[in-house]
Structure formats: C-alpha cells, structure tokens
Nanobody
Framework: QVQLVESGGGLVQPGGSLRLSCAAS????????MGWYRQAPGKERALVAF???????NYADSVKGRFTISRDNAKNTVYLQMDSLKPEDTAVYYC????????????????WGQGTQVTVSS
C-alpha cells in the first residue's frame, strides 16, 4: 500500500506563489505517474497537472504557463510550483499516484493524498 503525504498549502494573495509537495511512502512499489487534482466547493475534482513516465506532462488549460509540475523519482516526490495565483485557483489540492507493486501479485495502485487547502484571497 502506498501512502501520499502533501504539504505546502495555505493562504496567499492574488499574484502570489505557493509550492506544493507530495511524498509517497510504502514498500515494494514502482510509481509510473504522479500528479495533482483540485476540488473547489460545489465542483467536481479536476486534473491540474500530471507527469508520467519519460517526463511526459499534462496541464489543465487554466493553469498552463502559471503552474509547473516536477518530480524527484529518487524521493518518490512530486511538486507543484504555482505562480501568478488567482482567486479561482482556490481549492483543495489532492496528490495522486499510479503504479504497481513489485512483489507478487504485482497489483496496480491508484493512491490519493488527504488534500491540502489552497486559498487565494486579498
């Protein structure tokens, strides 16, 4: 079982920056992709950014040019650098990891973090 622990959320003024981190822990696993989703009040959870194997990345159109996802494979950690934040970026941000166990029966996993609140307000 893979556990994800997020950090870095908080309150920031419009135009400001925040950096989220998410570290995966557990035993005998290999991660193929990690990313971030967010859920605003009254809305469904939606993709923000995701990085797969080979450093392929996808971003939501609303964050392109402002957010940057990066990954440290040695530390099983993914980061989300958020710049030029807007009030509409306010949401709970969730870390997600996809992968597979490396011991029999080699089960795939789709793990979620507990979420971290990001509030953009003056």
């Amino acid at each position: 079982q893979v556990q994800l622990v997020e950090s870095g959320g908080g309150l920031v003024q419009p135009g400001g920056s925040l950096r989220l981190s998410c570290a995966a822990s557990g035993s005998s696993f290999r991660i193929s992709g990690m990313g971030w989703y967010r859920q605003a009040p009254g809305k469904e959870r939606a993709l923000v950014a995701f990085t797969g194997s080979g450093s392929n990345t996808n971003y939501a159109d609303s964050v392109k040019g402002r957010f940057t996802i990066s990954r440290d494979n040695a530390k099983n950690t993914v980061y989300l650098q958020m710049d030029s934040l807007k009030p509409e970026d306010t949401a709970v941000y969730y870390c997600n990891a996809l992968g597979v166990g490396t011991t029999f029966p080699l089960l795939p996993f789709n793990s979620w973090g507990q979420g971290t609140q990001v509030t953009v307000s003056s």
